[in-house]
């Protein structure tokens, strides 16, 4: 497993670096990748190499915000804390994007049973990486879409991207092609969390993390992995927008 911390001060993450090299786990912490993030600067291909993004409590929530509208659909999103946020408030920033929280005098159990129930599907996933079971000019055989595993807005996300497969498509014309509108910022905020779990299901169906590429300052699109791993074909667009 591979986390990174954005801080503003890499000292003060130093006792949770060390409980997670405890753990044997890969950490960077980093307030150069912050600033390069907020100024959209950081290449995508950097930050795919970490499964998890742990963000310090000397960020603001205002920086979360910005964080989270950036790859907050993308990774496993855990918010350090010095208290455990009220019910409302908790249940506010998952809807943006925080999948859990950390505290500041988090134990190395408690630490560890955190990351294993967060990352548990991706490791999962993960378990031979860098060993080849084939050859590699051997051809994986397409597979059927897991549509009974996808909700209906799931389902009118994926029909989207795929037919506008050729070019990436912004966040306001997946808004309007979904719900008629862009102007909700309730419909903004929704949109990042079906993205999100779109990834997650098609990974845990064998498909690699950024399957739906993030493509800066133009929108969302699928991966050329997509269409090397799925049968997409008319009956098939047909089942995706009716459900069947």
Do not use: C
Not at 55 to 69: A, F, K, R
Not at 151 to 159: A, F, H
Not at 167 to 193: E, F, Q, Y
């Amino acid at each position: 497993m591979q986390v990174l911390i954005l801080t503003h001060n890499i000292l003060v993450e130093r006792p949770l670096v060390e409980k997670m090299q405890r753990l044997n786990i890969e950490v960077l912490s980093s307030a150069k990748l912050l600033t390069m993030l907020q100024a959209k600067q950081v290449p995508m291909e950097v930050l795919s190499f970490f499964d998890v993004l742990v963000v310090s409590e000397t960020i603001s929530d205002q920086e979360l915000t910005i964080i989270l509208d950036e790859v907050g659909d993308k990774f496993t999103i855990i918010r350090e804390t010095d208290r455990t946020p009220q019910k409302e408030e908790k249940m506010d920033w998952e809807s943006k994007g925080v999948d859990e929280w950390l505290l500041e005098d988090e134990t190395l159990s408690g630490l560890r049973e955190k990351l294993a129930e967060k990352t548990l599907k991706e490791s999962v996933y993960s378990i031979g990486f860098g060993m080849k079971t084939q050859p590699e000019e051997i051809q994986q055989e397409k597979r059927p879409i897991p549509l009974w595993n996808l909700t209906r807005s799931e389902r009118e996300m994926l029909s989207t991207l795929i037919s506008t497969k050729e070019a990436p498509i912004s966040r306001n014309d997946l808004a309007v092609k979904i719900w008629g509108d862009s102007d909700s910022a309730s419909h903004m905020t929704r949109l990042s969390t079906i993205i999100k779990h779109l990834r997650n299901k098609l990974k845990i169906d064998g498909v690699e993390y950024d399957v739906i590429r993030t493509n800066w300052g133009e929108g969302y699109q699928l991966s050329k992995v997509f269409f090397d791993h799925y049968v997409v074909d008319d009956r098939i667009m047909e089942e995706i927008k009716t459900g069947n």
